[in-house]
């Protein structure tokens, strides 16, 4: 039974699902770098930056399983997909935008356990608000990115260097790929380009981590 959560074209539904597999993969190798330099240098950022991409890495390990069971599937009934859905929607939009409110954390270079914990449970609402309209999701994840990118912007104009730029395009890349799945709800070939989008985006990630490695 060919039932997924995907906004795109037919042929393309086990691609998409191979993409997220892969994006979870690079983003979980960032994720424990990103741990790994925390516990030799001890600053805090870092670890945030360890739980975000971590975070995010869960989304698409959970999109991914959950479409792929879907895929599938032969005799799952229609309120249990119905049920499957809801619940799939509320953990794998909870874990991107949990991720995203992390990044945004460090963006505004505040350290208040309090605000950390209000954005948490905000987000924690906006996901179960959200099970019943993915729409929904890719506002809210546009607005947080949209910020986000405005900071990498003005640490590159302050300091422009190869790692900010990098830095920089790989989240501008992320906004133009959100917007395009917001569009795909009404044109799917939309969903396509927005995975090239994050495929490229993720690999920017992946390279600046590198540059960083080998300095």
């Known amino acids: 039974m060919a039932v997924t959560y995907y906004f795109a074209p037919s042929w393309f539904i086990t691609f998409g699902i191979i993409f997220e ?6 983003l979980i190798s960032i ?11 001890k600053q ?33 009934t229609r309120a249990q997909l119905l049920d499957l859905g809801q619940l799939s929607l509320f953990v794998h939009v909870f874990f991107m935008l949990a991720g995203l409110v992390i990044l945004l954390y460090i963006s505004l270079n505040v ?16 996901a179960f608000i ?11 994840s546009t607005v947080l990115l949209s910020y986000i990118c405005l900071h990498y912007y003005e640490s590159y104009k302050k300091k422009p260097q190869r790692n900010n730029l990098l830095v920089f395009i790989a989240f501008l890349l992320l906004l133009i790929a959100n917007l395009d799945f917001i569009f795909s ?17 993720y690999i920017l990630f992946l390279i600046n981590l590198i540059f960083v490695l080998k300095k």
């Open 31 to 41: 994720s424990l770098i990103a741990y790994k330099f925390y516990k030799v240098s």
């Open 130 to 140: 959200s099970r019943n309209s993915i729409a929904i999701f890719y506002s809210i």
């Open 185 to 201: 709800i009404q044109h799917p070939i939309l969903n396509v380009i927005g995975h090239f989008i994050e495929f490229t985006s």
């Open 44 to 76: 805090e950022k870092l670890k945030l930056f360890s739980l975000a991409f971590g975070s995010i890495a869960l989304y698409y390990l959970v999109k991914s399983l959950i479409n792929a069971n879907l895929l599938v599937s032969e005799d799952i």
């Open 21 to 26: 597999a892969l994006f979870a993969i690079i």
């Open 111 to 126: 350290k208040n356990s309090r605000l950390f914990s209000l954005l948490i449970v905000i987000i924690f609402l906006t």
